[in-house]
C-alpha cells in the first residue's frame, strides 16, 4: 500500500534518522577515541569531537600488535574460507540439485542438520579432529581390526597423524565446512529452468561442461554474495584462532591480535590504559570488512534478492 | 536425415503409466505431427525419443539402431523448446553456436557457421544482443538456429509456436515448412493446435490418453476419422456426434425416436452406434438431396467473418451448422436439415471406433444388412 502520507512520511524518517543514530553511535565513539591523547581519553567526560592523534595512535597499534603481518595472516584465511567455500557450496548444490543418486536425500538431510551445528557448538570435537585429522580414519582401522592386523605383520604399531593446530588449514578447514554456502546455491540452482538444463543436454554439454558454462556464471551474484558473508565470518573469526594457534608470531589473526592491545593492569604496569590505541587498532581492523562490503555491495544486493534474471 | 522407428514404447511415472505402447514409423525427411490434447503424453513421447526421458518399456530405433541407452547428445537430435530455453547469459551468436562449441568446433569455423545460420533465419543484425534484448519472435528465431547449426540428423519441436501471438504463429509456420522443404531433415512436431498440425505434418499421429488414435495424412484424419475421438477433437468447430441405436438393418433410432437411415456398406457389430457429421457437412433447407432430413431449432448465431455458425438442437441433441456468410437465419426459427448419406460418419459406441463401410461387404451378423430404397431421401420424424 503506497499511500502519500506526509505525516507518516516524517514520522518514519524519524524513526530511521534514530534508528541510524543509535547504529552509529559506538562507531563514532571508536573513531573518537583514536583520535584523543592518552590523558583525554581518561579524562571524562569523554568528548564527541574528534582530537588530533589519529595518525600517532594507528602507528603504536599498528607496531605493537604487528597488525602488518597478522592482517596479512587474517586476509589469506579469509580468502581462503571464503573462496573454499564457494567452491564447496556450489559443488556440493549440483550434486543435490542436478543429480539423482542413491542416498541422495540422506546426504541433503546431513548437510541440512550441520546448519544446527555452529562451529561454537561443536568445537571440542572439531579442536580434537584438528589436533590429529585422521583420527577418525584411525579410529576406524582400529574398530574394523587393520590397525590389529597391520601391527601383526609388520611388527609395527599404526598410528595415523595429521595434526593441523598452528597451520592455515587448521584455521581454514573447519570455517569452510559447514553449509549454509550450499543452501544458497541450492536454493538458487532450484530456480534455473530445466529447459535450460535440457537445451545443454541436447547440445552436448556434459554435467561440468554445464557447471562451467552455464551455473557459474548464471551464480556470480551469489557467489559475490557468499564471499562477502563468508569473508566477513571469517574475518571476525576469535575463538577458533586461539584454539588452533599457539604459535601467534606465525599464524596469529588481527582480530587475536586485537587483544593485544586491550590495556590490562600487566601490560600498563599500574599506569594510565590507553584506550585511544586499542581503538586505533580497531579501526585497522575493521577496515578490510568495510572495503570488501564496499566492494562488493552492488552484486551482494542483487544476489540476495535474486533480481538478476 | 534419419527414420525413426517407435516400437511398443511405454513410459511410467511411479506406478503410473501414461504412454501406453506406441508404434510408429517416421520415414527419412518426413515431417511428423502429433496431435492430442493436453496430458496426452505428447511431449513425453517426444523427449523419449530427445533422450531426455527414460523409456520405460519398448524400444527407440534411429537409423535402424537402437537408442534406448544413448544420451541426448548421442542421437543426433536437435529440440525446440516451448520456452526457447535460450542460454540467458549468451548473447545470440554464443546461444546458436554452442553446442559447436562443445564440440570443439574452431572459434573462426564457429562464426561462419553461425553467420550462415543467423542469415537463413533472419537473425543477422541480433548477434550480439541478449535473449532477454529480444522479441518472443526472435528467440524463437534463435532457438530454431541453434536446432539447426548441428544439421542434425531429427529435428524435435515441443510446441514451439504456441508462446507467439496469432499471427506471428502463423508466420512462423510458413518458415518452418519452407525450412523443412529446403533441409527436409526429420521432424516430429508436437503441438496442440490442430490448424498447426494440418498445415505442417506430412503426416499427422492423433494422440488421446497415452495412446495413438490415428495415424494419417492431414485430409485423410479429416475426412475418415478413425475414433469417435479423432472426429471431435479435429475440426473447428467439432462434428456433430448423435447417440444412436440400430433397429433395423440400414436403420438407426435417435434417443427421440427418430430415424436415420444409412446407406449400404456401413458394418456395424453393436446396438449402440454414434452417428457423426461435420457442421460444414449438412445442407439447411434444401429442396432436394439425399439424405436425412431433420427439423433444426436454432438458439443463437455466431459471426465468424468468412461464415457463421448455427448453433441449436436437433432431435433434443446439441448440434452445430455452417452457414455461408450470407446465409439468414435467427434464433428461435426451425429450419430442416439435410444430412447428407455420403457425409455420415458412424462409430461404435462400445469401441469409440470408426465402423467399417464397405459397400460391397457381404453381410456379416446380425445388424449388417445393407439397405436398399435410400433413392429419394427419408424424411423422419418425431411424431
Ligand atoms: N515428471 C513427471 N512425473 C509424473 N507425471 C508426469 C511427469 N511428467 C509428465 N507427467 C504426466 O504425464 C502425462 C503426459 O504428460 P506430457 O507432458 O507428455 O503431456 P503433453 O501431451 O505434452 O501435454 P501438454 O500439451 O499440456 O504439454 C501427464 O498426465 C502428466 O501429468
Ligand atoms: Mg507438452
Redesign the pocket.
Known sequence: MIERTPVLNIATHAILVVGLLIAFLPMWLVFVAATLTIEQINNPPISLLPGSELIANLTAAWNRAQLGSKMLNSLFVALLVASGKIAIASLTAFAIVFFRFPGRMVVFWMIFVTLMLPLEVRIVPTYAVAANALAPAQAVLEVVGIAWLWQVLTGVKLALEWNLLNSYTGLVLPLVATATGTFLFRQFYMTIPAEIVEAARMDGARPLRFLRDMLIPLSKTNMAALFTIMFIYAWNQYLWPILVTTDRANYGTAVMELKRLIPTSASTGGGTPDWNVAMAGCLIVMLPPLVVVALMQRYFVRGLIGADK | MAEIAIRQVR?S??R?E??HGVDLDIGNGEFVVIL????????????MIAGLEDITAGEIAIDGARVNEREPRERGCAMVF?NYALYPHMNVADNIGYALKVAGVAKAERARRVAVVAATVGLDGFLDRRPGQLSGGQRQRVAMARAMIREPKVFLF??PLSNLDAKLRVQMRIEIRRLHRRLATTSVF?T?DQVEAMTLADRMVV?NA?HIEQIGAPAEIYHRPATRFVASFIGMPPMNLLPARATAPGVVALASGARLMLPPGWVMTGGDVEVGIRPEDVLVDAESGDGNRLPFTVEFIEELGAGRLAHGTLEGIDFIVQLPAGASMTAGETHVLTLGSNALHLFDAGTSRRCRFDAASPMAGVMQVPVVGLEHSVQASSA
Open positions: 513410459k511415472y511411479g503410473t501414461v504412454v492430442g490434447p493436453s496430458g496426452c503424453g505428447k511431449s513425453t513421447l517426444l523427449r516451448q515441443d510446441e508436437v496442440h494422440m497415452g
